[in-house]
Structures are given as C-alpha cells and as structure tokens.
C-alpha cells in the first residue's frame, strides 16, 4: 500500500521487511463443483412455494463432513434467512436434554429405572399442589419412562392437554384449566411449579403401558437433570453437551443475545401463525422446548452425538435409542425383522431400519434433524452377516424384481447425505421426514463434488465469510535474493491456515474454542473487544501432531483465587499456563446479564493451559493484581534471572486510578541457549506504539505480545513485550475499521505475512485494530 493510503497517524509501520523485490504469483484456482447445485435450490425454492414457507435454512453431512449450509428465502419480519440465521428449534431441546441424562447415566450418577416422585424419589423435593388429588401410579414414574414417553400423560387428552402450553390455550380460548389462576401464580410460572400442579392430577394410563408425547415428561426430565449433577439444567447443558460438541450459537432464552433475528418485536397478536416462542417463556419450558439453534450447531450435535462418541460411549448410545421392553442389546440388532418398525427412542424417533430423527413439536415451526447409523445398508438389514446374505439370495431366486428394488433402495440410500437439518420458517406438512428425504436426492455426494474446505469455518471465521476469501488459491510468496553463482533464488511457502472471529461474546466462549478444537485448530491468540464481554479469537490448524497443540485447556471467567487453584489443579496433570489475558466488564454488561454468571467487575482471567508445553526444568513463574512500581521492581529481578516474558496484560483499577497488571515469565530448562532479551512498555498511544515498534527494531527485537485496554479517563492504551526469541520480520497495521481488517488479513497472508496478534482499541470513539503480520 502506498503513503497515500495511510491515515494521518501511521496506520503501517513496515519492520524492515526487507524482501529485496517482492512478486506475487497467483495460482489460477480450480473449483470444485458444489454439492447442492442448481438443481436442488430450484428443488427446495419450490419445496417452500409449495408448501407456503416463507424461508427455511439446510444443511448436510457426509462422512462427518459438511455438504452444504444455506439459507433460503426471508424470516417472518422479512430478513434474508441465512446458514447462520437462528431458529427456535422446539422439540430437538427433547434431543438435547435426553443425551445429557444420559450422560449422567453413564456417569452413574442416576439410573434409568431410578422412581422420580415420591419420597424416595430423585424429585421429592417437588410436592403436589394438592395432595388428596394424587393418583397412586404416579410413584411407578421411572428415568426411563420420561425419556420414551411412557410416564401416563398424553397431550391428546384433556383436560390438561399439554399443561406447557397453558397460557396459549387460554389465549386462544380452549376449554382447560387456569393453572397459574388456580395455583394463584403470575406468568412465567417456574418449571417446578408447574410440576407441583401437574403430579397432583390424575394419570392418563399407567406407566409404562402405553407411548404418548409428552412435553411435561421431558420438563421433568430437565429437573432430573438438576438432581443428579446439582448444577442448574442450562449449565450442565452447556458444560457437558454444548462445549464439548462445539454448539457456540445454541442458546436458552432470547435475552442471551437480545431480540430474535427471526421474528418483528412488532407481532403481538396471539394467532396460530404467530412462532410458538412468542407465546411461552422458554426458561419456563428449557428442557422440553426451549431451545435456539443453527444449522451449523444441529449438525456438530449429530456429529457429536451419533459419529464421533464425544457424549456418549456406545453401550450408552445403544440405551438412547433402545427400543422400549427390550435390552439395549437388542437395540439396532441386524436380525431385526425387514419391516420398518419405528419407535420413541429417548430423545428421538429411530426405527429398526437405523435411522434416527426428530422433528417439531406440533404447535411450532417445522424441523426435522435426520441421521443415517448404517448409510451403507440396505433397507432389508443392517450389516451384511451371513444370513442376510442368505435371504437376499433367496430373495432375489424367488422375487427379482424385488431384489432389483432393494439393490435400487441401497443405491439410493448409500447416494444420500448421512445427516441433514432442515430448519423452516412456519408450521405447514406432516411427514417432513419423507419430503427432506427426496429434496436430499438433488444433493451430488460423489467424491468430485465434495467441498474442498471445511465448511464449519465458514461458521467459525470471518476470514473465510469474506468474498475475497478462495479456499482454492495457492497462495506463494517469493523473496528475491542473490545466490553464490549470481542468480537469483526464489522461495515459496505455504501459508498457514487461519481463523479470525472478531466477536464472540464470553457466554460462547468455551464452546467456540471446542468448536476449534473438533475442526483441527489450536488457539493462536485471543484478546477481549474494549467494554464489552466479548473476544477476538485468532485459530490456526496443527500441522504437526505435537500433543501441546492440541491437548490444551482453556478457561475463563476467573478470579485471582479460581486461576490460582485451576493452576495448581491442572499442573498435577502435566498442563502448564502458557497464555493468560486479563480483562474487566462494563458496568453495562453487568447490568444486561443480571441473570447470568458472568457478574463480576472484574479483574477476570481467560488462560490456556497446555500439555507439557515446556520442556523439563522449565521455570514458569504468573502474577495477577500487579501495581506499576512494584511490577517493575518484579520485571528487572526476573530480567536479572534471566526469565523472560510470554504475556503481559493490564486492566484499569478505577479504585487506585492505576494500571493493574498480570504476567506469564518463563526461564528456559538449557542455559546454553543464548539469554532472551526483552523490553516491556505500557500506557502507550497508537503512535508511540507504532514509533516504539520501529525503535525496537534497531536492537534486534520484534514483537512478542500485544495487549490494548482502556486507561486513564477511558482512553485506549498498549501494553507491548518485545523479544529477540524470534527473528522473523514483521508488519504492523494499525487505525483499520473492521470492514477493511479481514480484506488486508487475506491480501497480506498471500504476501506472506501471517497475523500474529489483532487487538482492537477505541480511537475517537470508533472501534479499530492493531494488526501485527510476522513473516511465514
């Protein structure tokens, strides 16, 4: 970029990048042919036309491999429907909370024929609303009869109905009991209240006998869920389902991250076209219908659950979708007859074909999630033994032409996606399942037309969102130099693959950095955006299978004392600190998330701890709450000691007025290694950041650690380490609005200059980014 382009404060500081003439060759891309392609979005257009939807969103997996994600058509106020667009996913909150009682079945914390009611029950500490009215089958209730819908109630029947959606019924004018008039309670009634007044009615059959849906099950269920991991239901959730699927977009309540994308604040009129989130209060029905999702998150779910056995070990997944009256071993069994029986699994619907599935409540939107256990089977069986073998020969001497149909069945069932998700906007048809079903037939899943990139970045990155972004491109870089025979000598390289995601708020964080985790990424870098509870996070892929890359804990949400306890805890196990970030919410953050746990004013601590990243010997030695003298006193000891520093971050202590430090310094194991020097500079402006970058230089230093926050009378200032334990060159970018950040990340990385740190500052009121390139 020439002079011209710079702003009146340097906006690029160039680090004696000395590249004597730098060319840029660019590699015609060769594109691979998508697999939805024209054919199957005229095919789903129609598909909404047809049916009267106003948009919907799909996607699809193959292999654990994403297909395709896309958005189609507008939401009910009107906006584009996007990969990314939110839906209220309803009864797949029944998926959910069905996998994590589960897990705690597999982590013997309950058992499936455990009684719920009663006093020796998992929920005795939920008495009816009136005792005298109690049906005595009521204490037969087991785990297991809440997950397949077997407990006595039925929402077909009244007067109750469906005691969920109480509130709408009345609404609406039907005919059944007041249960908030009744119990003298105001709305939202609480999940335990509602429980209270349901368990004092009587059943509608015994438990056990009988399958009927039942919402009121599942938001027992959710409550099951507390007893036995004591810890909230949403947490537990979020901690044992969520994160470690990656699920960084799936939330509660509308309030996790304000209005709903896909609804005008504007309906309030109470219709039968209106969402059914806009009549209930989902904190009031978390377990049963609760939920908001993405297509991106239901297909990591289905990848978690069904194909990578993150949540569930197979003895245990076997349980989930076991047939009911019959062994888990039973479950799925090749020998099970050729029809396809379907039946409630807990959760999902499965039939003895291997395929499972969930769709919609009946008075939400449409959905339906779908996965294939056995793609590779016929309709007729489910594993080629011996004596499937047998009868399809038999078949196939007395009944051609139905062998020639079943070897058609296969064809097609091998030739469709594993899994798909169709989320739609409206509540229209029966038996989405089999219209999805011929919709995924337009999907091309040959070997050819796979992505060539992995499409959940596109979820995770907004380097890959960006139109300039080609997957495709061979990027190479060439530094012209001299050779001992006069010539010239070109070098190319590789760049490395990177992600950037400017903001994810602090509530999404572990999941995100799960979702990295899953798709082969380590955590680069990650900094807080100035007075907000969110963070940039900078991913880069493991090209190397060393464990330290992608064996690593991160944690956050800290205080002193939890950092220095997980510290200690994770150093047992061979995990050492080798990032630590400090960073203080707003006083307005706290106020908009009164109800969550992120409360605290900080100072607050995000760390990545990672398996034996330093070698044996290796001193480490932190610090958090550091004022500036004393800090300094620390830094020339530790200098003088020959320690030098992996991370230096400041927060403002508005009760001393003074920049409060943390710190990781390390000491390396081999003294014969020459002694790293540093300088660590704070309290710094945008210009002298850049004026000491450039000084630094001169002794031979390069930037090792860039860290923003807001100083003094709220302005921006930075605190930057540099080091000689690099001699890579670099490049610092700095006065760049977010338009612009990720179009200069892409041209510089074809450059060959990779981002090292991005930190984002307010200048003027205005939101911009420090960017530091290191040469790759």
Aim: net charge positive.
């Amino acid at each position: 970029m020439s002079s011209t382009e710079r702003n009146n404060s340097v906006s690029r500081i160039n680090l004696a990048l000395t590249l004597g003439v730098a060319v840029l060759t660019v590699i015609t891309p060769v594109t691979g042919s998508s697999p939805t392609s024209h054919g199957f979005d005229k095919a789903f257009y129609d598909f909404l036309y047809e049916h009267g939807y106003v948009g919907g969103a799909v996607a699809a997996m193959k292999d654990r491999k994403l297909l395709f994600a896309k958005g189609y058509g507008e939401d009910t106020a009107g906006k584009q429907v996007t990969a990314n667009s939110k839906f209220h996913i309803s009864s797949l909150a029944k998926s959910l909370t069905a996998v994590a009682t589960m897990r705690l079945v597999q982590l013997r914390r309950i058992n499936l024929d455990d009684k719920v009611f009663g006093k020796a029950g998992l929920l005795k500490h939920i008495t009816p609303w009136r005792e005298e009215t109690v049906d005595e089958r009521l204490s037969l209730i087991t785990v297991d009869h809440l997950l397949r819908h077997t407990t006595g109630w039925d929402v077909d029947q009244g007067p109750l109905y469906d005691p969920l959606l109480n509130k709408l019924y009345l609404a609406r004018g039907h005919d059944v009991p007041d249960i908030a008039g009744h119990m003298s309670e105001t709305h939202p009634i609480k999940p335990e209240t509602l429980i209270s007044y349901v368990i004092s009615q009587p059943l509608d059959f015994t438990p056990g006998t009988k399958t009927a849906y039942s919402n009121i099950a599942y938001l027992v269920l959710g409550r099951v869920v507390e007893a036995g991991s004591k810890m909230e239901y949403r947490e537990f959730v979020k901690k044992y389902i969520l994160a470690p699927c990656g699920m960084w977009n799936t939330h509660l309540e509308l309030s996790d991250h304000g209005d709903f994308p896909g609804v005008s604040t504007s309906q309030t009129e109470n219709t039968d076209d209106q969402p059914l989130f806009r009549d209930i209060d989902t904190l009031s029905v978390d377990s049963a219908l609760g939920w908001f999702s993405t297509v991106y998150d239901l297909m990591r779910f289905t990848r978690c659950t069904f194909e990578a056995g993150q949540l569930l070990n197979r003895q245990h997944l076997k349980l989930l979708l076991a047939r009911r009256g019959t062994p888990s071993s039973e479950s799925l069994d090749p020998k099970l007859e050729a029809r396809s029986e379907t039946w409630d699994a807990a959760g999902f619907l499965t039939n003895s074909h291997g395929i499972v599935w969930q769709d919609s409540d009946t008075h939400a939107d449409d959905l339906i999630l779908y996965h294939d256990l056995h793609p590779q089977a016929t309709s007729s069986n489910m594993s080629p033994t011996r004596g499937d073998a047998r009868r399809r020969r038999q078949r196939r001497e007395d009944k051609g032409s139905a062998a020639k149909l079943v070897v058609e069945q296969a064809e097609s069932r091998e030739s469709l996606p594993d899994s798909w998700v169709v989320l739609l906007h409206g509540k229209k048809i029966n038996h989405l399942r089999h219209h999805t079903r011929n919709l995924m037939r337009y999907v091309d899943t040959s070997e050819d037309s796979l992505p060539q990139e992995n499409l959940f970045l596109r979820d995770l990155s907004d380097l890959h969102r960006h139109p300039s972004w080609d997957p495709d491109m061979a990027w190479s870089w060439r530094q012209v130099g001299a050779t001992p025979g006069g010539g010239v000598l070109p070098v190319r390289r590789a760049a490395p693959e990177i992600t950037v995601r400017y903001k994810v708020d602090e509530q999404d964080l572990s999941a995100y950095v799960d979702a990295l985790k899953n798709e082969g990424f380590d955590v680069q870098w990650l900094t807080s955006n100035p007075q907000e509870a969110s963070f940039v996070v900078m991913g880069k892929r493991i090209e190397r299978p060393k464990r330290a890359k992608y064996d690593f804990i991160f944690k956050h949400g800290l205080d002193h004392r939890r950092l220095l306890r997980t510290k200690l805890w994770l150093e047992r196990g061979g995990y050492n600190l080798t990032q630590l970030h400090s960073y203080v919410r707003s006083a307005k953050n706290i106020e908009d998330d009164k109800k969550s746990k992120w409360t605290k004013e900080g100072p607050l601590f995000a760390a990545v701890f990672r398996y034996k990243a330093f070698p044996q010997g290796t001193q480490m030695k932190y610090g958090t709450g550091h004022l500036p003298e004393p800090y300094h006193k620390l830094v020339q000891m530790y200098h003088e000691k020959e320690f030098y520093p992996l991370s230096q971050t400041i927060t403002w202590a508005k009760s001393q007025k003074v920049e409060e430090f943390a710190f990781v310094f390390i000491k390396r194991a081999d003294v014969r290694k020459p002694k790293t020097e540093f300088r660590q500079y704070y309290d710094l402006t945008a210009d002298e950041l850049a004026q000491t970058t450039v000084k630094t230089i001169k002794s031979h230093l390069r930037l090792a650690h860039l860290n923003s926050y807001q100083g003094k009378g709220g302005k921006s200032r930075f605190s930057a380490v540099y080091t000689n334990s690099t001699r890579s060159k670099g490049m610092l970018e700095l006065d760049q609005p977010l338009k612009k950040a990720s179009e200069m990340t892409i041209f510089n990385m074809r450059m060959g200059l990779a981002p090292k740190f991005m930190v984002p500052y307010k200048e003027s009121g205005r939101l911009r980014y420090a960017i530091y390139f290191e040469e790759f």
